[in-house]
């Protein structure tokens, strides 16, 4: 059994799936900037036409699986298909695609001009879809179909290739009736997970992150072949994600193939060969994790080993410091770090105040040099993890949820406050791959002009964490 679950979907603001999920004021946002858009373009899109003109909300939104932008510049993409409708077939007596596409980027570059919350249109228009950027973090792509309610068929006009059969709406249709009620929101949030770690797992190699549609079925399948071990009840999150790991695991190494469910000519693995082989390293990477998590003895050791393949989406046990101790001896595998945190106003090269395990008060735009003091300790083939979790309005605001940098005996590093609230900077010490201590350093970063000096001393929580040793 995990350990880790209300790590995962706890009612905590910093739970994995809390820091996934956009916010209801988010979500409100986006739909709110697609309405005004729908209510701007289609009226004119069906004077110049003269047909009827309707919009289907499709992708990641549509399906409730959508996960917030998890690094600095990164947008939320939503999908909101516009439909032209007449009936019978296409041909010469309709408009051909290209006309089609045509009208609608003509109309969005209209409303890129009368709406200031528009960055600009994406010129010239992708194959399959017209792109709109907005200031605030997001864009709306608005691929055209020709809608036949007569036949309840569509077909997506795209720039070079003509017509192509593609319908979202049965595929989606799939996914609503997979799993309903408890079972429904378990597996969203197992795709939110899923998503989650591809946002982060593939930063170097991002061809061969899987698309979003891979994701959600491979997942909703290996979640249905698990009907019957739910007969008695949901597992945790946790548990069921080490279900869907391993069972997607075990299909994808086997079967390079993922059918679309709704259509079994359509493959929707569309990776290189090289991106393949990336992508199965680091899933592999992901299973022993779940496998290595799930046997852990307390939330904290599963949550250190949860974190490598989330890195800085997956929280923490809001304590100190964790020492790992030997199984059988009960000694402690090494002594806890102790950190050192310089700060650095502007330019100087001074350091305001210095503190120790703790930054209790610092002003924004400060440089932060966090420094092992301890550094005898560090035994000399250790990797050293240094986590930044941000969180907080303003980080979360702009999709900047942390960052982690590691290395051999990396002793130092530097950073920058940019957001107010309260943040973390843990520190772990791994030997191959296996975690000898960790040291949770908390970063209160508020408004105020300079870093507050003789603050109090925090206090110190210390975990005694037990974790098996691999041989």
């Keep these: ?91 010469e007596a309709y408009p051909a695609p290209e006309q089609l596409r045509a009208w609608v980027q003509n109309r969005l570059s209209d409303y890129g001009k009368e709406c200031e919350d528009v960055e600009r249109i994406e010129e010239p228009a992708k194959e399959r879809c017209s792109r709109a950027l907005f200031k605030r973090q997001f864009h709306i792509d608005t691929p055209v179909y020709h809608l036949d309610r007569s036949t309840d068929t569509r077909r997506l006009a795209t720039l070079a290739k003509g017509w192509e059969s593609s319908d979202p709406k049965p595929i989606y249709k799939w996914f609503r009736d997979a799993a309903s ?6 597996l969203r949030r197992l795709i939110r997970y899923m998503k989650g770690w591809a946002a982060v797992a593939f930063v170097e190699t991002p061809d061969s992150r899987p698309s979003s549609i891979l994701i959600t079925v491979v997942v909703t399948e290996a979640f249905q072949a698990a009907w019957l071990e739910r007969l008695l009840g949901l597992k945790d999150d946790d548990d069921a994600l080490v279900d869907v790991i391993t069972r997607v695991h075990n299909r994808l190494f086997a079967v390079r193939e993922v059918r679309n469910p709704v259509d079994r000519d359509e493959d929707l693995n569309r990776m290189t060969d090289d991106a393949w082989d990336a992508f199965l390293s680091n899933m592999q990477g992901l299973r022993d994790a779940a496998e290595q998590a799930i046997d852990a003895n307390d939330e904290a050791a599963a949550a250190l080993i949860w974190s490598q393949p989330f890195s800085f989406l997956m929280p923490l046990p809001d304590v100190a410091a964790v020492e790992m101790q030997e199984e059988v001896s009960g000694r402690a595998v090494m002594q806890i770090p102790d950190i050192e945190i310089a700060v650095f106003v502007g330019d100087s090269k001074q350091p305001e105040v210095i503190y120790d395990n703790e930054v209790p008060g610092v002003a924004k735009n400060c440089w932060l040099v966090f420094r092992i003091k301890n550094q005898h300790i560090i035994p000399d083939y250790a990797t050293v993890e240094w986590t930044v979790r941000n969180a907080g309005y303003e980080a979360d605001g702009i999709g900047d949820l942390g960052h982690r940098k590691m290395g051999m005996r990396l002793l130092t590093v530097r950073e920058h406050t940019r957001y107010s609230g309260k943040h973390y900077m843990d520190c772990v010490v791994r030997v191959n791959g ?33 974790l098996r040793r691999r041989r």
């Excluded at 799936?17 to 956009?22: D, F, G, S």
């Excluded at 300079?450 to 964490?465: D, F, G, H, Q």
């Design 181 to 186: 009620g408890a079972e429904r929101e378990q």
């Design 434 to 466: 296996q975690v000898y201590a960790a040291r949770r350093v908390v970063v209160h970063i508020k408004n105020i002009l300079r870093a507050e000096r003789n603050p109090p001393k925090p206090a110190y929580t210390k975990l005694v964490s037990r």
């Design 1 to 91: 059994m995990g350990k880790a679950a209300q790590l995962f979907s706890g009612n905590a603001p910093d739970s994995l799936i809390n820091r996934l999920t956009p916010s209801v004021a988010q979500r409100e946002f986006l739909q709110l900037q697609w309405n005004t858009m729908r209510d701007a373009v289609c009226p004119k899109l069906r004077d110049d036409s003269g047909f009827p003109i309707s919009t289907w909300l499709q992708g990641s939104y549509k399906y409730g699986t959508l996960i917030k932008p998890v690094h600095l510049h990164e947008e939320y993409d939503v999908d909101v298909g516009i439909y032209f409708e007449w009936v019978g077939k296409v041909g």
